[in-house]
């Protein structure tokens, strides 16, 4: 299983990002995006379950969306409003089973 993320950058807070992560699997358990700040543990930020369950962390809810392109299996984290407290390493994630992959993660940094 691969998984590559892209789409990270500086951007002013209040500004919009995309990030996209291509994966080399089309059957899973779970795929989503994960970030880490500096000093901080990984956080779940959005999720697909099977079989169809979207999950937010309560501190994007309304401002980041997930999603994925069933035709090429690009999973996509679409960022608006963004604010400081939103920089950190984002990493895609998919979950076969019991067992988990990571991407290598793409940074987000917001300026205030």
């Known amino acids: 299983v691969q998984l590559q993320a892209s789409g990270g950058g500086l951007v002013q807070a209040g500004g919009s990002l995309r990030l996209s992560c291509a994966v080399s699997e089309r059957f899973f358990s779970a795929m989503g995006w994960y970030r880490q700040a500096q000093g901080k543990q990984r956080e779940l930020v959005a999720i697909?379950?099977?079989?169809?369950?979207?999950t937010y962390a309560d501190s994007v809810k309304g401002r980041f969306t997930i999603s994925r392109d069933n035709a090429n299996g690009t999973l996509y984290l679409h960022m608006n409003s963004l604010k400081p407290e939103d920089t950190a390493i984002y990493y895609c994630h998919l979950r076969q089973s019991s067992t988990n992959y990571w991407g290598q993660g793409t940074l987000v940094t917001v300026s205030s």
């Open positions: 697909f379950t099977i079989p169809g369950t979207t």
